[in-house]
Every structure is written in structure tokens, then in C-alpha cells.
């Protein structure tokens, strides 16, 4: 057995109710899991999963070729011949663990290996929006006071998290999950991996309305993460969302609404503008490097976290006082010009929340909004970026630029409006040189859009490719 093992191939099979074979000579198990053969190391188990474009199970014998220990694969692919899947194990010596649909091997295997953890209290994150921020802020404050676990970026996916599951070990007291959705009964699926004792919605917006079509049903498929709930789990909802009846209803558990007002030991928050906040908790004050209200909404679903798990009080003020900016998340870039990336992702709420901040900040420059399109929005998407053009109209923008295809419906109603200076393109060459042209020193300039827009390339021609 070596240090670093996971589990045992032999313990996965069984687990999984799944055949093995096995060419190793003796069961060494795996050290880690991974679904890219690039990724592959010695001692890993790769997980063949089919694509719309790949299959995994082409991939099988260059895992082993980097030293994988064995594979996840599916039945189908083991019978085919062409692949020869079994003859690529027993020349490499390898493992094969053979199951009907490796995705759901490989959550039934996070499971399971969850199970050999009964100490770790499992928290679980999903909504709209704020998920990945919420997290960091709660890892922050916990781990002041435990040793805690949390999947890495926005790795929340049906395979993101349970690979993230893998990185628990036996030192940890706490592990903090986000879920993300991208389809229809993901969110289930992913609690039925975590089976979380906390969970908590940061709230039900218009983020992948494309997908499920309606705020409605979005409110359903969030509330899955509490599909899980035998009795003694707590749900946390935040008290002021248009949905949270909706999100409480027939839950198996305690259900906690959290808010501005929810607790006690909460005094001032003091607004800070572009640095942030100033947060009073039980008497005593500490920095919070987010800026604006939305972020210090997220501060509100953490402390709900903080105070079930629970931790002190002085966990939370230095906790609070530790976190800073992600990528694309509220960075502040100061200088001649000040930039606001907040372009890791964008949505109705989430750009209404940022405009309404940079109009309400005391500023003697210009004011310059680079708005890149809203996407998955679906069906929604015209009258959503319809809507976004008269926030613009109505914004204190001195100059708006706008890039991406969906947002020629918001240059439509600025055109018809006027009152603001506007810019539209779909070439990011042309953005890029306008804005350069445009912006001068005493400018603060907001960079905003999905991720697909990747507006975070102008931060070279904002900041001098300081960023």
C-alpha cells in the first residue's frame, strides 16, 4: 500500500457493484483520478469519459503510457475490438474497472470515497450567481479554526466535483463544495455525491435561463441540492430572494433564512467604495477587500456558514479580513486609469448590481462602461439585452462600449435614446484600439461580460499589462 493511496481497485469495484481485471500482480489502488490522459501520473486512475467530440476510452493506453494504474471504462467500449482494452491492461500490467457509464462511476466512486470520512462536515454551494465568492469567504473564516478542503476555481461541474472530492484526506474537518449547473438534474446528481450537512442558495437569477427556460424552474433544480436531506441537515436561503418560500418548501431538514438582518452579532456595515467594506461582527470591526453591496451579500452567506459549522468570532473578523479579489471577480486595478474587472461572468442581476455601484461611487473622472454580451440566456436573451440598454441610457456613463453580437439589441436602444455616448462592435481588434483611443488618465473604466467575451484582454491596454 502507499502513502498517497485512495482507495483499492478491488474496494472501487465492489463500491461501484462493477467487473475488474486486473494485470497489476498485486493491488496497489490509485493515488488520484483524473479524466484527462495528459494528466495522467503514476499511480492515477484515468476515467474514459465519452464526449460530443472525444471518447475517453481512445485514451485508455496513453494514461497508461504516463504511468496510470488502471482505468475506469464502460462496457460497451471493453467489447469493442477495435480499442482492445483488456490487451492494452495486460500488456501495461494495469487495472480495468468496467462499468455500464463511467460518468456515473465516477460520482458513485466520490461517493464512496466520501464514505471513508464520516467526521467531515460537508458543506454544499450552489445559485445563480456568487457561488465561487461565497465559498472563498467561507473557507477563509473556517479555516482559521479547521483544516479545510474546497474544490479549486469553479470546478463544480458533474465531473469537476467529484474529482475535486478526491483531494480530501484524513486532516480535514470541513469540505466546502460549490455546484454548478449547465443542465437539467445536475444539481441533484451532484448532491447526491456530496450529501452535504450544509447547503446553501446564494439565490435564483436568470444565469442558464437558456438551459431550463424559466426563473421558476431554475428555483426548482437549485433547491435539488437539499434532495439529499434525511432530517438533521440545515438549509440556508437568503431571507430577502423572490424564490425563498419556493426553496424551503418540503425541505427534510432546518431551514435557515440569512440576511442583513438575521444576525445578532452583526453591527455596522460600513461602505468603503472601491476598497471594500468595513464589517462590525460581535463588537469588533474588520476589513473586507470586496467591493460593493452584491459582495457583501456574499459576506452574509458565508457568516450563515460560519455560524452552523461553527466557528468564533474572531474566525470570522480575520477570516474576513483575509480574502481578496479572484480573477474577474471585483478586481480593482488603481492607477492614472482605474480599472473594475468584474468579467469572469455576466447575467441580468449581476450587471444591474455592478452598474448601480460604479454610478453610486463619488468620482471626479469619467465614468467608461465596457459591456460584453450576456450569454445562455436563451430565449431570453433579446429583451434581457433590450433591458441592459435602457440601464445604460439611464447609467452615469459618460461613454459605453459595447462588444458582442447579442448586445446589438442594447446599441438599439441607446441609438434610440441617445443621452450616452456608445460604441458597438463585434471584432475585439476594433474595441480594444477604440478604447485605447479613448481612455484618458482620471478615468475609471468597468470591464463586464460573460466569460465567452474574455474582456479581461484589455487589461493590458487599461493597466499596461500589469494585470
Known amino acids: 500500500m502507499t502513502e498517497n493511496r485512495l482507495m483499492g481497485f478491488a474496494e472501487l469495484a465492489r463500491s461501484l457493484g462493477a467487473r475488474r481485471f486486473s494485470f497489476a500482480g498485486r493491488d496497489g489502488g490509485f493515488s488520484s483520478v483524473c479524466t484527462d490522459s495528459r494528466k495522467a501520473e503514476p499511480g492515477s486512475l484515468f476515467v474514459a469519459l465519452r464526449g460530443r467530440s472525444d471518447d475517453g476510452h481512445r485514451f485508455v493506453e496513453a494514461a497508461f503510457g504516463s504511468g496510470a494504474a488502471g482505468a475506469l471504462v464502460e462496457e460497451a467500449a471493453l467489447e469493442d475490438r477495435s480499442l482492445d482494452l483488456a490487451g492494452l491492461a495486460e500488456n501495461a500490467g494495469r487495472e480495468l474497472v468496467v462499468v455500464e457509464n463511467t460518468l456515473c462511476g465516477l460520482q458513485n466512486a466520490a461517493r464512496a470515497y466520501l464514505d471513508t470520512f464520516p467526521g467531515l462536515l460537508r458543506i454544499g454551494i450552489t445559485g445563480s450567481s456568487g457561488k465561487t465568492t461565497v465559498k472563498e469567504i467561507a473557507a477563509k473564516i473556517l479555516s482559521r479554526e479547521k483544516k479545510v478542503v474546497m474544490n479549486e476555481g469553479n470546478l463544480n461541474s458533474e465531473t469537476g466535483l467529484p474529482l475535486s472530492v478526491f483531494a480530501v484526506r484524513a486532516c480535514h474537518e470541513a469540505g466546502i463544495f460549490e455546484m454548478g449547473m449547465n443542465r437539467r438534474g445536475e444539481i441533484e446528481e451532484l448532491a447526491r455525491v456530496l450529501r452535504p450537512h450544509i447547503a446553501l442558495v446564494t439565490g435564483v437569477g436568470t444565469a ?260
Open 208 to 467: 442558464h435561463i437558456g438551459i431550463l427556460g424559466s426563473r421558476d424552474a431554475i428555483a426548482e433544480e437549485k433547491k435539488n441540492i437539499f434532495s439529499q436531506f434525511g432530517g438533521d441537515e440545515r438549509a440556508l436561503i437568503p431571507a430577502d430572494d423572490e424564490y425563498r418560500d419556493v426553496l424551503a418548501r418540503d425541505v427534510r431538514g432546518k431551514v435557515i433564512f440569512y440576511g442583513r438582518d438575521s444576525f445578532a452579532e452583526l453591527g455596522a456595515v460600513r461602505d468603503l467604495g472601491l476598497e471594500g467594506a468595513e464589517i462590525t461582527w460581535e463588537g469588533e470591526a474588520a476589513r473586507f477587500a470586496l467591493p460593493g453591496p452584491y459582495n457583501v451579500r456574499n459576506v452574509f452567506g458565508a457568516l450563515a456558514i460560519a455560524k452552523e459549522a461553527p466557528v468564533s468570532g474572531r474566525a470570522v473578523r480575520e477570516g474576513l479580513a483575509l480574502v481578496r479579489p479572484l480573477f474577474g471577480r471585483g478586481e480593482v486595478f488603481p492607477g492614472s486609469v482605474t480599472v473594475i474587472r468584474d468579467c469572469y461572468n455576466a447575467n441580468p442581476e449581476s450587471v444591474a448590481q455592478v452598474l448601480a455601484f460604479c454610478d453610486g461611487l463619488l468620482w471626479k473622472g469619467r465614468r467608461v462602461y465596457v459591456i460584453g454580451s450576456m450569454l445562455e440566456l436563451g430565449n431570453e436573451s433579446e429583451e434581457a439585452h433590450g433591458a441592459l440598454g435602457r440601464l445604460l441610457s439611464a447609467s452615469g456613463a459618460d461613454m459605453v462600449f459595447l462588444f458582442g453580437v447579442e448586445t446589438e439589441t442594447a446599441a438599439a436602444v441607446l441609438e434610440e435614446g441617445g443621452g450616452v455616448s456608445w460604441f458597438h462592435t463585434n471584432d475585439f481588434g476594433k474595441l480594444s484600439r477604440a478604447l485605447e483611443d479613448y481612455v484618458r488618465p482620471g478615468d475609471l473604466v468597468l470591464l463586464k461580460g460573460s466569460r465567452g467575451c474574455a474582456l479581461e484582454r484589455l487589461s493590458g491596454v487599461l493597466v499596461g499589462g500589469a494585470a
